[in-house]
Every structure is written in C-alpha cells, then in structure tokens.
C-alpha cells in the first residue's frame, strides 16, 4: 500500500523526466503542487477517464498552464488517454502533450490555458454556466446539474488584472461550487514576489466576498484533505484556499528558487531529487501499484453510471425538458429553428427604416432570443449602448435561471468568463462592448479563436461615426486588427438585412468565434434580390452595377455602404461604370470557390476603390497596387459625425474626385 507522499511523488517525477527529456519546460509547480493534485484528483474530484466529455463531471481548470506537466501527469495515471509515450514527446511537434495544455488537443483538457489569469477567468464562466442550467433543468429529486469547478492559480495568475475582474463577479454571483486552489509559494520568474506582489491575498479575496481558507500547509495531505472538506460546505460563496508550497519541492538544491520555475532540472539534480523523494525508479517507470491506486476508471464509470440511470429516470418524468438539455448540452439547433428568419429578412427588406446597426442587432436578439433559450448574453457596463437587452433578457443576479450577465466594466474579464461559459456547455454566449474597447479583451478574443470556441461578440460604436466622443473612443485600426486573427470570423454589416444574416451565420458557426460590428449612427438602407439575400451568407457580393462594362470598382463596408452607392451613381451620370460590392465578412468571402470570387472581382477590372472608416491594411490583396483605400490613417477628432466623415474624405465628392483620378491614369 502507497502512501500519498509516495502517490504524489509519482506526478512529480514522471512531470521532472517528461520535462528533462524534451529539454523545456516548467518543472517549480508540477513539484509544488504535487500534494494538492494528489489529494484533490484521488479524494474529490469526479470524472470519467473513459469518458471525458460526460455531462455531469467536475471541470478542472490548471489557471497556471505552464505547468502543465502536472496535469498530463495527473490524466496519464487516472487513466484517460494519454500514454507513457505521449509524455516522453512533451512539447514536440503534434504531441498530445504540447507546452501548455490546449483545448482540442488532449483529452481531459477543459480550456487551453497559458496566459495566466485566464484559466480562472474561463472557470468562473463555467461555474455560472452550472449554476444557471441547474436552475433550469433540475426538479425536485433531479440533480441533473450537479458538479464543482476547481481551479489551480499561482501567484501570475493573480497578478493579472483579469484575476480581479473575474474574482470580483464570481463574488458578487455567489459561485458556491467555484473552488480555487492557490499555490502560495513566493516565487516567480523574477524572483522572490516579495518585491512586487505583496498583496494580503486573503483580505482581497474577503473583499471579493469569497470564502477564504488559508494557512493550509500545501504538502500535507490531511490539511489540504480538511480544507477541501470545509470549502465545500459553504454554499453561497466561492471559496479560495491558500496553500503554502515550495516551488520545486523535492529538488535539494533548486526547491523555493525562481531557477527552478522554468527550466529542467538537469541530470544530475534529477538523480538527486529522486534520492531526496526516495524514488528507486528509472525514468517513465511506474510501478503496477502504484497506477493501480491512481486509476480512476472504476469510480469514473460508477460515478457516471448512476447519473445515467438518474437521467434515465429523469427522461420519464419529464421528457421534454430532457430533450431539450440534450439538445443544449450537444450544442445543435432546434429543428427548423431558421424558419421565421426569411420572413423576418423578407418584412424590414421590403420596408426598409433607418436605424443604427446596434438596433438591427437588437431587434436579430428579439428573434432569435425566442427561439434558442441557450442564447446567454451580457455587457460591459453599456447594455443601453450596444442594445444587448430583448424582451425576454433577465438578470442571472435577479434569477439565476435568467440568461442576462451585467459583467460591469470588465472587458477581458468578460471575454473569457464567456469563453467557460461556452466550453461548459448548453449556452451560446454573446458579449458587448464599444469596438474601441475590444483591444482590453483581445488576448482572451484570441484564445477564443485558439479553442475554436463559440461565442458571438457584439461591437458597437464602429467607427468615427460616433462622434463627439473623440479618438479616445474612435475605433481606427481595431477592425484589421481582428480581421488579422486566425479562425476569428469578423462582420461588418450595412444594414439590418446584412445584420440579421451575421447574427445568423454567427450562431451556426461552431468552431470559433464571430464578431459583429456594428453602428452607433443611423444608416441608410437596401432593397435587395433574393439572391442577393442569399449570396450575403458569402461574405461579399454585388450590391448594384451601374452599367455593363464595369471601369471601376467600390468594395465598402458598413456606414460607408451608402457613399459607394452615391458615389457610383454619380460617376454613371458622368459616363463611367461602376459595380459596387458590399463585403460585410472579408474571412467568409476568402472560403468561396475562385469562380464566384472572380465573378465578384473580375481580374480585368483593375481600378478598385476601398471604402471603410478604418485601417485599411488588410484590403490591399483586393485592389492591387493600383488601388486607392479611401480609410482612416489617423486617429479621429472629437466633433459631431456628419463633420469628421467631411474632415477625413468620407464625402461623395471626394471619392468621385479619387475615381476620376484613377480611370484618367
């Protein structure tokens, strides 16, 4: 029989000899952190090694990712599918096992973790999202959703801002089955935290309204045992438990120096440590004991095996709202959940009113609000702004079986709470914010990219349009940044028919995020073919041609929508013609075969005028080095709008002034 210390210790030397064999690696925290994972993973934590997508299971989250040979330690031993061989490739070319843990690429891996701060952050968002669906499916008898999320966060990890934005709403949400692990060891890459992280970490979190446990010995087991135990017990809180450990514990002469966060060990302090732990093996040995007590098969398929059969039970009593978190927690649509969007299109096409993109939006959320109840939205603190609210939003504060957050101003934070709501599963988050504001959440917009996550991210105020609110909050190159992200789907519609078909194209899309961009300013709108209608889903086609053999082309976006319209009919009546292309989603047009494409945007047409209020960097493969993009190079002014688009050339004079320049060349 194994004691802990000896179970704990076989994390930490299969984590030192992964580490050493790649060359790279973080070794401090899988060896400071042994204990608590020991503990945790063997005594409370519940989940299906065969199974790691079972509804029901408890979400674990390592916040501080670097470590992340612990955590394929810790699921190559409980038994999921991580082999002996996939630890000795750590950190190699398409590895299981690559430097920090990635979402997709490991099973057992709940979020891609690495930017500290964020794996805490996206666990918050998990365990609203359990709290919210138990409010929603669990009846009398029926604990249907029914699970903790545990989180493993190091001193970085609490240093970032975002550690504060998403700890302080986890708080005021009350998240009782959120419970956080805190390796309090001192130490980070620059040394002794003493010098600039000497927060009282249990009076912050106290503030916080979080249950704080502290002064537990982060190597004894029976201490971290009895935390866990009394962290569960409070219900109404989230609970932090502060360990102290020594980072490296187990290595004679690197143990509680910064030296030992990110480098291996060395051979020689490799053969020392395994003398300081007493382990008499050779590495990537673990004896058949030893995975035995580790194994959690057994317990995983028990564990899951009564949920199934509670669920079995669950399904006869109530059978459609079974039905219903099936169809949720698989993350399919209802059927024939987009019949009343063409009636809808086909109403505001025929009746066209002038309104702001932002209340297009709002009104795509009244519809489709009604149809998909996995629909979860929130705000920045601008939910009278970005129009976020539909008839039907309540307040998850109010009624947590609601489907509104009020994040406060909290943009980053936000963004990756909506990351762990999304990876949870049964919801399909949006979130909002002004477009300028984007660059506060643009490391967790691209983790969202990364995970292929399915969020929807709402944007207003896009542009110089807003006005008087000055550059300070005039977006300029925030478009192209966005637009410069892999696997990031962006929208720039023109109108409430464009909006309701990026909304649409948003929700269908499953494996990566979609950001909507969108008016603060009314915008005038288009009648349109059915086939026009229906060719917006490509990311870009023809709006209007005026005349047949076309001299020139206007490719526009958004507000500026409108300009290239006047524009080209005003150089008709001059005798040119013109074909004007509106290309809401530059990334959805590029998936189109090279055929429809160069029907778009003939070869042979070579004067090609960009329109749109923003960087225009990422258009020049569309108009070639003879092109002219008519966008914004400098920051804006503060001044009511109709003024700055007549400051910085947005005017039907001027780009009729550039196009006759063009053709005369």
Known sequence: MYSR????????????????KSNSGHPGAPMGMADIAEVLWRSFLKHNPSNPYWDNRDRFVLSNGHASMLLYSLLHLTGYDLSIDDLKDFRQLYSKTPGHPEFGHTPGIEVTTGPLGQGLASAVGMAIAEKILSMQFNRKKYNIVDH??????????????????????????????????????????DGNTKDWFNDNTEKRFEAYNWHVVSGINGHNSDEIFRSI??????????SIIICDTTIGFGSPNKSGQADVHG???????????????????????????????????????????????????????????????????????PENWEKNIFRYLEKINNHPINIATRQSSQGALELFGKLLPELIGGSADLTPSNLTTWSGSVSIKKDYSGNYIHYGVREFGMTAIANGIAHHGGFIPYTATF???????????????????RQILLYTHDSIGLGEDGPTHQPIEHLFHLRSIPNM????????????????????RYQGPTALVLSRQNLKQFSRTKQQIKDINRGGYILKDYGKNIDIIFISTGSELSLAILSAKRLYQL???????????????ETQDQNYKESILPKYVLNRIIIEAGISDSWYKYIGLNGICIGMDTFGESAPAHELFKTFGFTVDNIVEQSIKLLKK
């Open 5 to 20: 210390k000896e179970l704990s210790n076989a994390l930490r030397i299969l984590s030192i000899d992964a580490i050493q």
């Open 148 to 189: 903790y999320t545990w989180v493993f966060a190091g001193d970085g990890c609490l240093m970032e801002g975002i550690s504060h934005e998403a700890c302080s709403l986890a708080g005021v949400l009350g998240l009782g089955k959120l419970i956080l692990f805190y390796d309090n060891n001192h130490i980070s890459i």
């Open 229 to 238: 135990q009394i962290a569960k017990q409070v219900i109404d809180k989230p």
């Open 263 to 333: 480098a291996p060990l060395g051979e020689e302090e490799v053969d020392l440590s395994r003398k300081e732990l007493n382990w008499k093996y050779p590495p990537f040995y673990i004896p058949d004991e030893i995975y035995h007590a580790w194994n959690a098969k057994t317990d995983g398929l028990k564990a899951e095996t009564q949920w199934d059969e509670l669920f079995a039970e669950y399904k006869i009593d109530y059978p459609d709202l079974s039905d219903e978190y099936v169809r949720r927690m698989s993350g399919l649509l």
């Open 435 to 453: 477009l300028v504001f984007s660059d506060y959440a643009k490391n967790a917009i691209r983790m969202a990219s990364l995970m292929g996550t």
């Open 489 to 508: 789907s962006v929208w720039r519609p023109s109108d409430s028919v464009e909006t309701i078909i990026a909304w649409k194209n948003a929700i269908e």
């Open 575 to 589: 005798g040119y013609h013109s074909r004007v292309i509106s290309m809401p989603s530059i990334d959805l047009f």
